[in-house]
């Protein structure tokens, strides 16, 4: 889907306190930025934000970094890091290859991937967020026994994440296929943008949580 260009997009991320810039100088040193040593969630691909920012402002405790390579929509999430004052919230815009390049060995807590790019080709497969590749990157940068968190309405998709886990040397801990329905999972469910649109249209919404296996 073509995302439409944003006026002033590009400016406006540029200008926000909620935006770090030098994202790859701070590798090792994100508990520095925040000034706490609060544990440290990150959600990849967050679009416009409304999930991110609903965690960073239920829970002051945690502190969180938003990751978005369009610009079009990581202004909106801006908007309303500022509307909130969120000081436990920043956001980086890259593309998620980099993350790496971005935190240290065992920096992160917990990762979020919601409604990621399915990239149907077969072809496209180790572009997926949910692939061998991505979760050998997840297991640089995640603490020993953290976890993964993924949401999709996409079955093709997900059927993918669950068979590619394991093979990864990976532990599914949770799976639903129909999360509105998860008498367990479903509870505190902060739910996305495109869950709100999705669920709306009837589309079944599932989850998993993984962890490494260690």
Not at 25 to 36: A, C, D, I, V
Not at 143 to 155: G, H, M
Not at 166 to 191: I, S
Request: glycine share 4%; charged share 35%; aromatic share 10%.
């Amino acid at each position: 889907m073509r995302l439409r260009n944003v006026k002033g997009s590009e400016e406006a991320i540029e200008k926000s306190e909620h935006v770090v810039h030098n994202h790859e100088e701070q590798k090792g040193k994100w508990s520095e930025l925040f000034g706490n040593e609060n544990p440290i969630y990150i959600e990849i691909g967050m679009g416009k934000g409304k999930f991110i920012t609903t965690l960073a402002q239920k829970n002051s405790n945690i502190n969180y970094i938003g990751i978005e390579k369009y610009s079009s929509v990581l202004v909106r999430a801006i908007d309303k890091a500022k509307e909130l004052e969120l000081s436990n919230l920043k956001f980086v815009k890259m593309d998620a290859e980099d993350i790496l390049e971005t935190f240290n060995k065992y920096e992160i807590d917990k990762i979020y991937l919601n409604f990621s790019d399915p990239w149907p080709k077969d072809r496209h497969a180790r572009r997926r967020l949910t692939s061998r590749e991505y979760l050998k990157k997840y297991d640089v940068i995640l603490k020993p026994e953290s976890c993964i968190e993924f949401k999709t309405d996409n079955r093709l998709l997900f059927d993918f994440s669950v068979e590619e886990i394991p093979a990864a040397g990976w532990e599914l801990k949770a799976c639903t296929y129909d999360l509105h329905h998860d008498e367990v999972l479903n509870v505190d469910n902060v739910m996305t943008e495109y869950e709100e649109k999705f669920s709306k249209a009837g589309n079944p919404i599932h989850k998993l949580i993984a962890v490494r296996e260690r």
